[in-house]
């Protein structure tokens, strides 16, 4: 079968949405069974594909903002998996210092803006970023990133009001995987299709199948190009599910195990796995090597985190405020 991409993307998703797979894996453990990791916790997997989609669509000096389910974002745009994992430790080498825990990952080094534990409050901060982007005349584009429970809050109109009338490089990307905690999309609105709600915007909008990284991709390219070239926000419904609970306490008994395992059979690292075999480009070896390598970066994650250090006392009050001196303020 003939395919749009290369080994090399193909390759690439692969390894990328393993490693998010791996890693999130290995913090339930940690988290579960050990106790090393403590407070909220919400994992990424069943929604790899999306990261790894996007990322082909844009470049490395595109930023990226999302929620709390921000472990694979951050591992996608390039925070280090040991700086991920010694945030959950909240240890000292954390990506936020070991402050911010699981939903609070930062890499402003790699352009990923967080992280952001209120519903939907990075919607507004997303649009933010768009609007200082286009002030300095750059080309860089927004992907800001929301859940369906989001999807109901009123800034998002907000916001949409405000990104198109100042044509705003912001795609705004709702990672629909059908519950909002535990209340589905049906209970929350008579509007059920996401996309649909940028139509009182006059903004473009998409529905995506998320479980699958060749369309994400696309969909992404399109809104991207049309941003990059001043033509504005667009809103993209990526259709996806998650495997795990809201958080890892989550119970789950707002869904049914056969609903769960029906969207198992669509895994999208399974799925990514059977093309790279049908049209040639890895061997069940070359996986193989793909896989010992993403375990040993998991593993020597483990070891940064567990032998990192705790922070010092003194770090309690500090980046709380911004300590400097702006130009326009006079004594």
Excluded at 13 to 29: D, N
């Amino acid at each position: 079968m003939a395919t749009k991409f290369s080994k090399e993307t193909y390759l690439y998703w692969y390894e990328l949405m393993q490693l998010i797979r791996q890693f999130e894996l290995m913090a339930e453990e940690k988290y579960k069974m050990e106790g090393k990791i403590r407070g909220f916790f919400h994992a990424y997997i069943g929604q790899e594909a999306i990261a790894a989609g996007c990322m082909t669509a844009t470049k490395p000096d595109d930023l990226f903002i999302t929620a709390y389910r921000d472990h694979g974002l951050a591992i996608a745009k390039g925070v280090s998996v040991n700086s991920c994992m010694a945030e959950l430790y909240g240890k000292a080498t954390g990506n936020a210092k070991g402050k911010g825990g699981s939903m609070h990952f930062f890499g402003k080094d790699v352009n990923f803006y967080g992280g952001h534990g209120i519903v939907g409050a990075q919607i507004g901060t997303g649009a933010g970023l768009a609007f200082a982007e286009k002030y300095k005349g750059t080309d860089n584009v927004v992907l800001c990133f929301f859940g369906d429970g989001a999807a109901r809050q009123g800034m998002l109109h907000e916001i949409f009001n405000m990104a198109m009338l100042w044509e705003l490089p912001v795609i705004f990307i709702c990672e629909n995987n059908n519950y909002a905690m535990g209340t589905s999309v049906k209970r929350t609105s008579n509007i059920v299709d996401i996309y649909k709600l940028a139509d009182g915007y006059e903004m473009p909008g998409d529905v995506i199948d998320g479980m699958n990284a060749e369309p994400v991709h696309e969909g992404v390219a399109r809104a991207v190009k049309r941003a990059r070239e001043g033509g504005g926000p667009t809103l993209l419904e990526i259709k996806t599910y998650r495997y795990k609970g809201h958080s890892i306490s989550d119970p789950q008994k707002y869904r049914t195990k056969e609903e769960v395992e029906d969207y198992k059979s669509k895994d999208p690292i399974t799925m990514i796995v059977k093309t790279m075999k049908d049209d040639g480009f890895a061997t069940d070896d070359e996986i193989a090597a793909i896989n010992k390598r993403v375990d040993e970066a998991v593993e020597e994650s483990v070891r940064f985190a567990e032998e990192s250090p705790w922070p010092n006392d003194d770090e309690v009050l500090k980046d709380v405020y911004v300590d400097q001196n702006y130009p326009f303020i006079t004594d």
